[in-house]
């Protein structure tokens, strides 16, 4: 995603990502971190996060087939992402 509005002369120099990959779009959706934050997170891990530290919830996140960076919290909390097998 965009980190602040640019237009078509000035996109290229204005922009820290790549906007023509589909790899770097993907990683970006899943992290929603534009100004970094809290880098090595992901969208709903730091969701996860709010949940445990200030809700006093229980929470485990699952993945299927393999780990994202859409899941990763904060380190320190030591929360790991059951990975549970696709289809066969």
Do not use: C
């Not at 120099?13 to 990683?27: A, V």
């Not at 990763?72 to 909390?77: F, Q």
């Amino acid at each position: 995603h965009l980190f602040k509005p640019v237009t078509k002369k000035d996109w290229l120099f204005e922009t820290r990502t790549d906007l023509f990959s589909h790899y770097k779009m993907n990683q970006d959706m899943q992290r929603v971190d534009a100004f970094m934050e809290q880098r090595g997170t992901g969208v709903l891990g730091r969701l996860l996060d709010v949940m445990q530290e200030r809700k006093n919830m229980t929470v485990s996140p699952i993945a299927i087939n393999s780990l994202t960076v859409m899941l990763d919290g904060k380190p320190e909390l030591g929360r790991l992402v059951d990975i549970l097998p696709g289809r066969v």
